[in-house]
Each structure stands twice: as structure tokens, then as C-alpha cells.
T-cell receptor, first 119, second 113 residues
Framework: AQKITQTQPGMFVQEKEAVTLDCTYD???????LFWYKQPSSGEMIFLIY??????QNATEGRYSLNFQKARKSANLVISASQLGDSAMYFC????????????????FGQGTELSVKP | EPEVTQTPSHQVTQMGQEVILRCVPI?????FYWYRQILGQKVEFLVS????????KSEIFDDQFSVERPDGSNFTLKIRSTKLEDSAMYFC???????????FGPGTRLLVL
């Protein structure tokens, strides 16, 4: 069964510095997708970045980049130039590609990493 | 920018009561989902819905739960007889057919007393 592991329950980073949030995954599927979501204290889930298992380039979205190492089964999120507004819970998730097309592909989430940005 | 909306934002109910959580997915999306997050825990998949039927459900989604798309815009989750352990944040999400990303609504925080 697919599994996502985030080993850092909490992280601190100084404002304007870069930070890496770790994520490892376990799957026997060849085709899968990896996501990062941000959950601020207000509770909503905000999509940050996506990486497909066949994508050769690491995904980037503004200050967010995904360090995808397929052989190691890791998909770490890198946030450059941290801002105070980046303080939040961050979840790594994996979408399984369904064998049956209309199965929809649920997301499997990790436990999350709480990031605190210090001024 | 289109977004998923959910109502109500908060709901308090007595154990044994029925609740209906409502969602309006993004208009051109084809796949719909419900997830829940018990306080302090990770987000868990409940059910996915496509072409007016359930396409997948988790072991959490037992006979007390049901989903419906009563019209072209709303997507609802009903809990028939709430239990204390149903207290959680419930998220609706939707996905366009051709794209991978699921977009989440702001959630409904359900408290069962």
C-alpha cells in the first residue's frame, strides 16, 4: 500500500533563509503523482506544487521547488527566502494512479511538518 | 480565480443527529472528493465521486455516510447519525479531468457533543 512519511514534526527557519521539508514515499506503482499542500492556522488546504513520477525536471512554483529523487523515493519541498507568512503546517501527499480510469485517484497524506519562520 | 466553497464553516451537533455538509466544486471539474482531518492528525480520504456515482471509498466511509450531487453544482456529504468520533474538519476537493491537482475547499469544522 502507498505510504507517505514526513519525519520532521516541527521545523524552525530564520526569515529570508531557505528551508527543506522532507518527504519520503512508498509505492509499487510506476505511475504516481506527488503534491505539497500548505495548511495555515486558519485551516484551509492550499495547493503548492505537483510532481509527476515521469517528470524529468524538478517542479518549481515561485519560491517553492520540489527536490524529486525517484531512486530514493523522496520528494522534499524547498522554500527559498522564507517569509513570516510561510509559517504553517505542510503536508506531502501522493496520488495513486488508478488501475480503473474512473476511480479518481485519492490522495494519501503524510503526518505533516509544522514550519515556524522566525523574524 | 475559481475556488471550491463549503458551507457551513462550523457546525455543532448533538450525538445521533444527522448533518449535511455542502460543497460547491469548481464548475468544470469532474472528480469530487471528501476528506476529513481529526484535530492534530493527518488528512484522511473518505470518498471519491465521478459520473454521478461513488468511484472509491475508504473503510471510514461506512453506512452512516452518504454523498450526493443533487444538481449540477452542489456536492453533499451526509452523516446519518453522528458519533463523538466524527468530530473533525471535513474538506471537499475537486479535480478537472485532465489535470492532476485536487483543489480543496476551506473545510467545515464539525463538533459532535
Amino acid at each position: 500500500a502507498q505510504k507517505i512519511t514526513q519525519t520532521q514534526p516541527g521545523m524552525f527557519v530564520q526569515e529570508k533563509e531557505a528551508v527543506t521539508l522532507d518527504c519520503t514515499y512508498d509505492t509499487s506503482d510506476q505511475s504516481y503523482g506527488l503534491f505539497w499542500y500548505k495548511q495555515p492556522s486558519s485551516g484551509e488546504m492550499i495547493f503548492l506544487i505537483y510532481q509527476g513520477s515521469y517528470d524529468e525536471q524538478n517542479a518549481t512554483e515561485g519560491r517553492y521547488s520540489l527536490n524529486f529523487q525517484k531512486a530514493r523515493k523522496s520528494a522534499n519541498l524547498v522554500i527559498s527566502a522564507s517569509q513570516l507568512g510561510d509559517s504553517a503546517m505542510y503536508f506531502c501527499a501522493m496520488r495513486d494512479y488508478p488501475l480503473i480510469y474512473n476511480q479518481g485517484g485519492k490522495l494519501i497524506f503524510g503526518q505533516g511538518t509544522e514550519l515556524s519562520v522566525k523574524p | 480565480e475559481p475556488e471550491v466553497t463549503q458551507t457551513p464553516s462550523h457546525q455543532v451537533t448533538q450525538m445521533g443527529q444527522e448533518v449535511i455538509l455542502r460543497c460547491v466544486p469548481i464548475s468544470n471539474h469532474l472528480y469530487f472528493y471528501w476528506y476529513r482531518q481529526i484535530l492534530g492528525q493527518k488528512v484522511e480520504f473518505l470518498v471519491s465521486f465521478y459520473n454521478n456515482e461513488i468511484s472509491e471509498k475508504s473503510e471510514i466511509f461506512d453506512d452512516q455516510f452518504s454523498v450526493e450531487r443533487p444538481d449540477g453544482s452542489n456536492f453533499t456529504l451526509k452523516i446519518r447519525s453522528t458519533k463523538l468520533e466524527d468530530s473533525a474538519m471535513y474538506f471537499c476537493a475537486s479535480r478537472e479531468g485532465a489535470q492532476e491537482t485536487q483543489y480543496f475547499g476551506p473545510g467545515t469544522r464539525l463538533l459532535v457533543l
